[in-house]
Nanobody
Framework: QLQLVESGGGSVQSGGSLRLSCAASDRTFENLAVSWLRQAPGKEREFVATIRWSGTATIYEDSVKGRFTISRDNAKSMVWLQMNSLKPDDTAVYHC??????????????WGQGTQVTVSS
């Protein structure tokens, strides 16, 4: 079973940057679209960004466009989310998830445990 492990979360001030990483346990990952989703306390989980298995297409949620960049390196079984100009509203647990379908709604077959991002004003 493919496993996904996120890292790179932390606490930053508004306007700061973080780079989240998602490491996959095996090469199954190469054939899957990978997404980042987030869930803030008391809120529903929401889509952030996704990248096609080939890395040739991406989709972003409107509030992160121009600030966040998703990328991947299949040879390293890694996906990253570069987050710039962070705002307090970006505070959430960020999860990476993988599935066969490329799109903003999944479905997702594999999930990571998540990494906490906290942005203070």
């Amino acid at each position: 079973q493919l496993q996904l492990v996120e890292s790179g979360g932390g606490s930053v001030q508004s306007g700061g940057s973080l780079r989240l990483s998602c490491a996959a346990s095996d090469r199954t990952f190469e054939n899957l679209a990978v997404s980042w989703l987030r869930q803030a306390p008391g809120k529903e989980r929401e889509f952030v960004a996704t990248i096609r298995w080939s890395g040739t297409a991406t989709i972003y949620e409107d509030s992160v466009k121009g600030r966040f960049t998703i990328s991947r390196d299949n040879a390293k079984s890694m996906v990253w989310l570069q987050m710039n100009s962070l705002k307090p509203d970006d505070t959430a647990v960020y999860h990476c998830a993988a599935g066969k379908v490329f799109g903003a709604t999944g479905p997702y077959d594999y999930w990571g445990q998540g990494t906490q991002v906290t942005v203070s004003s």
